[in-house]
Every structure is written in structure tokens, then in C-alpha cells.
């Protein structure tokens, strides 16, 4: 599947659901409760992962 897909990276967030929010149940009902917009962490590993391909 990703044999394909070279550039392609995968990474496993514990604790992150599918929004990038740090999350007790990781279930959809507590979406709504949670107020942080995106981890950190995962808005640096994006950030590396850009700058790695496309430069600074």
C-alpha cells in the first residue's frame, strides 16, 4: 500500500485523536470538551516534515 508512496511517513501519536488534541477516551463524544485547538507535538512533527521536503 505504501510502497507507492516514497515521500509517505507514518507516525503513531499516542494519546492523540483524530484531531491532533491530546485525549483521555479518544472518542468522538469528547471532541467537544476538549480545548486545545492541535498538540504541539504534532504540529512539529508536520512543521520537521515540511521543512525536510520543501526546505526552510
Not at 12 to 23: E, G, V
Request: no cysteine.
Amino acid at each position: 500500500m505504501w510502497a507507492d508512496r516514497p515521500d509517505a511517513t507514518i507516525r503513531i501519536l499516542p494519546r492523540l485523536n483524530h484531531l491532533f488534541q491530546h485525549a483521555e477516551t479518544e472518542l468522538v463524544a469528547e471532541y467537544a470538551q476538549i480545548e486545545e485547538t492541535f498538540a504541539p507535538e504534532a504540529l512539529d512533527l508536520v512543521a520537521d516534515w515540511i521543512v525536510q521536503r520543501f526546505g526552510g
